[in-house]
């Protein structure tokens, strides 16, 4: 890609990146629904395998000093219908305390039916992840497995978690 630079004045070829120093505390994702080019726009209705949970981001953290970014999915922002001059909005959010997810359409809630799997489907748009706290993380380092018993911890998790 050409990119006009101020110091040389010229054409040059380039690439574009950006890293992440820091992630928030609610993760906001707004899936591309919608295509649009010269003559014709149009909703993209592709299923996407988003994960519901331990969506981790540290590979994509440039600071060493956050310890682990691990998300889960707290609520789906769904746009049902074929154009973009029309649609109806619903949405699906987790119950935290009890892990249970209600679909939320105009003044009805209800029991979201098939489980957490049911999120998934192809009027998702947006999506809202929390990030775990670190008491919260189940991550055992694997130097601090045991030898004999890879499934057995010799520390706390508050050890644990100073390592991480």
């Known amino acids: 890609m050409l990119r006009y630079c101020p110091k ?4 040059k070829e380039a690439t574009k990146k950006f ?20 003559f014709f726009r149009d909703k993209l209705d592709n ?4 994960p519901t949970r331990q969506l981790e981001l540290n590979e994509f953290v440039t600071n060493a000093n956050v310890g682990h970014q691990v998300y889960d ?3 789906v922002v769904n746009h049902w219908g074929r154009g973009l001059g029309g ?26 039916q098939g489980g957490e ?24 380092p694997l130097r ?6 890879p499934d057995a911890v010799e520390s706390s998790v508050d050890d644990q978690m100073d390592t991480i």
């Open 8 to 11: 040389c004045k010229d054409l």
């Open 19 to 38: 890293d992440l120093w820091t992630l928030p505390h609610v993760l906001v994702i707004h899936m591309k629904r919608f295509s649009y080019n010269r």
């Open 47 to 50: 299923k996407i395998d988003f």
């Open 73 to 75: 999915l707290i609520g």
């Open 87 to 112: 649609g109806h909005y619903t949405s699906y959010v987790k119950h935290e305390p009890t892990g249970k997810w209600y679909d939320f359409d105009d003044s009805r809630v209800s029991p979201l």
């Open 117 to 140: 799997d049911a999120v998934k489907t192809s009027a998702a748009y947006v999506l809202f992840y929390r990030r775990r706290e670190r008491t919260e993380i189940n991550i055992v």
């Open 144 to 149: 601090l497995r045991s030898h004999t018993n």
